[in-house]
C-alpha cells in the first residue's frame, strides 16, 4: 500500500494553462507538505497544512493555492503557468502529537511538471 | 535562519568499498533533528537515517551510520559495504526541533550524487 501518493506523475502543460497536483496519505498523519526541486535538485519547502490550516506559506508566487478537504488530502493547484514553474513537485506528511516529538517526512513519489 | 551545506557534489565509489558524505549545518537553536534522504534515479525521497541532536550516540542503521559532530554542527554519512544499488543523489536535512503545529519544515543540503563503480 502506498503511504504517500501523488496524481499524476508526469505533467506537461503549456505557459498560460492552470494545472493541479493530488496529494492522498493513508498514514493518518495530521500534517502535509509541498515541496518542490529544481532542475539543480535542490528542494525547498513552500507549504504545509496541519489540520486542514495553512501554517507554512514560504515566498511563494500567489499563482500557487494549495487545498486540503481533509487531513488525507493535500492538493496543488498552479495558475498562469510559467516555464520557470517546471520542477518536480514533492507532498510530505508528518505526524504530531500531543507530547509526541514527530520528526519523519514520508515523501511522496513526485510529479514532474514540464511547462512547454 | 538554518542552513544546510553538502560540499561535495559528486563522489564515487568501489562496490564493497566505503564512503563518507558530508553534511555541515548552521543553527542556533541546541534541540533538532537531522536526516538523510536518499533519491535514487526513479525520484523517489527515501528516508535514510535520522539522528536526534540531544542523543549522543550515533545513528545507525545497517551499512549506514552517521558521525554527529554537535559542536562543530558536523553531519557525516557513512555508507560501508557499498552496493550498486546505493547509487543516488543523497540529501542531508535539518528540522527544528522546536517547530511544531504543522511548522517542523524541513532544510535540505544540495545534494551528493553518488556513484557506485562494479
Known amino acids: 500500500d502506498t503511504a504517500v501518493s501523488q496524481t499524476p506523475k508526469y505533467l506537461v502543460t503549456q505557459m498560460g494553462n492552470d494545472k493541479s497536483i493530488k496529494c492522498e496519505q493513508n498514514?493518518?498523519?495530521?500534517?502535509m507538505y509541498w515541496y518542490k526541486q529544481d532542475s539543480k535538485k535542490f528542494l525547498k519547502i513552500m507549504f504545509s497544512y496541519n489540520n486542514k490550516e495553512l501554517i507554512i506559506n514560504e515566498t511563494v508566487p500567489n499563482r500557487f493555492s494549495p487545498k486540503s478537504p481533509d487531513k488525507a488530502h493535500l492538493n496543488l493547484h498552479i495558475n498562469s503557468l510559467e516555464l520557470g514553474d517546471s520542477a518536480v513537485y514533492f507532498c510530505?506528511?508528518?505526524?504530531?502529537?500531543?507530547?509526541?516529538?514527530?520528526?519523519?517526512?514520508?515523501f511522496g513519489p513526485g510529479t514532474r511538471l514540464t511547462v512547454l | 535562519a538554518q542552513t544546510v551545506t553538502q560540499s561535495q557534489p559528486e563522489m564515487s565509489v568501489q562496490e564493497a568499498e566505503t564512503v563518507t558524505l558530508s553534511c555541515t549545518y548552521d543553527?542556533?537553536?541546541?534541540?533538532?533533528?537531522l536526516f538523510w534522504y536518499k533519491q535514487p534515479p526513479s525520484r523517489q525521497m527515501i528516508l535514510v537515517i535520522r539522528q536526534e541532536a540531544y542523543k549522543q550516540q550515533n545513528a545507525t542503521e545497517n551499512r549506514f551510520s552517521v558521525n554527529f559532530q554537535k559542536a562543530a554542527k558536523s553531519f557525516s554519512l557513512k555508507i560501508s559495504d557499498s552496493q550498486l544499488g546505493d547509487a543516488a543523489m543523497y540529501f542531508c536535512?535539518?528540522?527544528?526541533?522546536?517547530?511544531?503545529?504543522?511548522?517542523?519544515?524541513?532544510?535540505f543540503g544540495k545534494g551528493t550524487k553518488l556513484t557506485v563503480n562494479p
Open positions: 543553527t542556533s537553536e541546541s534541540d533538532y533533528y
Open positions: 536535512a535539518y528540522r527544528s526541533a522546536l517547530a511544531q503545529g504543522g511548522s517542523e519544515k524541513l532544510v
Open positions: 498514514l493518518g498523519h495530521d500534517t
Open positions: 510530505a506528511s508528518s505526524q504530531e502529537a500531543p507530547g509526541y516529538r514527530t520528526d519523519t517526512q514520508y
